[in-house]
C-alpha cells in the first residue's frame, strides 16, 4: 500500500514535470517572433535559425548524455 502512494506521488510530480516542460515550449516558440523581427535587421536570418538550433542542442545535450551513459552499450557481440 505505501509503495503504491509514494508511486501515485511520482505521477503525479513526473505529470506536473511535463506540463511545466510544455508551458516554457510554447512561450519560448511564441516569443521567438517577438524576439526576432528586430533581430532580422542586424543578422542574416540563416544564422538565427542556426542559433536557434545550437541553443537547442546544447539544451538537450545534458538530458541525452544522462540517458546515453546511464545503460550498457554494446557495439560488439559478447559472445566468443
Known sequence: MIELVLNQRNNNR???I????FLITAFL???MEIVSKPLMKVYDPMYLTFLRFFLGL???LPFYMEQFY???YYLYSKQN
Open 14 to 16: 513526473l505529470v506536473l
Open 18 to 21: 511535463t506540463i511545466m516542460y
Open 29 to 31: 516558440f511564441s516569443s
Open 58 to 60: 546544447l539544451i538537450l
Open 70 to 72: 546511464s545503460y550498457p
